[in-house]
DNA sequence: GCAAAAGTGTTAACTGTACACCCATGA
DNA sequence: TCATGGGTGTACAGTTAACACTTTTGC
């Protein structure tokens, strides 16, 4: 491993949409600023810094990511650049800037990414100049600082792509799973119902889930079967994508 | 018109990966920068420039599409930024930034666009340090000029990715065109053959074609009958996509 | 026994794909 | 008359979408 002397970039930052699903709804982790007398709504943010310098842009996602969940090695992916002249506008964005950027004046661009991580694995804590790292409802969220709420609902669109052309959503999920709550993943994605019989049989042919010989217990109805995802056949699936997923 | 005073932002730039298509085969748009005694290839770079501080990215990547192609209100979508850090690391681009940029040793980020012009309604000229801005056939580009090869290769991946979901694609046609050449335009895109019939079927059922009274002359065949793009059916359907269009 | 989610097949409509011949024109 | 690309229909296979009942468990 090579030391290199880092340096901030003050010109061009990352920020990360990190989805989690809870086994009912889709999640997103935010982070609270520190208070400066404002509503709750704008003190939510993307977890996001500047990056180094001596950095690729995805070693900087990845760092910022790791820093904020403790998790590495995710999947992720960049969402695209964000950088409209407004992103920066809202009164409280620029005085909250004032106390934590030593050039807050700066116009800055900003690389968006977002990644799929299991909350069990995660152990989000708050970085320096947060105050929380917390997991919220993606479908409650209605506002967030600067255009990080433009960058979520981008985030959500492209996942919502993504999930039916690749077989992502496992990095959601925990290591086993039943068929349920596979779907109940799907379903908080894409927010809709899905057909119980149709749902099954296409994922099965997929040929990316194992059957274990492990049922649910403490449940008070059938329990189900627990399923472990197929790495090998993922991997070769997600190289070519599938055409005929289309919910 | 408000005008502001316009300054570079030495840190970030924009590319601009422009497709076009001569009836024939795949093209995009490439400048020729001022030579330093290298090969041709890596002379050969997307068209793309420092942004400025006062604009927003979108329109840094108009601009650089007017100034170069004078061309304005052209279908034009992001791909991405690219940040990595051997991106400039070949010889001959930084002796080339040495002559061209007042900080030439800066990081720069690029934020890269692809956009789709009929050729024939185009007016490339070369800019400030380009020698030419000429047309090549993308499948002919084997190099470029920093990491430009691989934001063309994203692009076309991109476009490759769109053209089966959106209606994108008459943006690269004349104003009138015969069903055959909207074919060939599918085919150089996608890089393989498309049976005619199944082609003239499916185009035809998305209902974004009105037939014209026109035909071709002087053709040794059969003359082909021109159809017009319906932009009203057009535009509802660009906003929906289409999800069974695969070729 | 009842509430709750698991598990299971069939049918009809639609979509994709493969495939071959005649037509109108210029040379 | 020949070479060239335009224009047309059908049949088979695969996929989607809609739909209802029985099973197993905890309480």
Known sequence: MIKKKQQLNPYISVDCVIFGFDSDRLKVLLIEREDHSLNTESTLA???????????????????????????????????????????????????????????????????????VKISDSNPKASSFATSAKW???????????DHYDILRAALSQLRNEIIHQPVGFNLMPKMFTLGQLQKMYEAILNKKLDKRNFRRKILKLNILDATQEKETGVSHKPAQYFVFNKKNYNSLADTGFNNFGF
Chains 1, 2 share one sequence.
């Not at 919220?136 to 600067?146: G, H, P, Q, S, W």
């Open 46 to 116: 993307l977890p996001g810094d500047l990056i180094n310098n001596e950095e690729n842009l995805n070693e900087s996602a990845n760092r910022v990511l790791k820093e904020l969940t403790g998790l590495k090695n995710i999947y992720l992916k960049q969402i695209g650049a964000f950088g409209d002249l407004n992103r920066i506008s809202k009164k409280d964005d620029k005085a909250w800037l004032q106390t934590v950027r030593t050039n807050p004046e700066a116009r800055v661009i900003t690389i968006a990414y977002y990644s799929l």
């Open 136 to 146: 919220y409802n993606v479908e409650e969220i209605k506002a967030l600082a600067f």
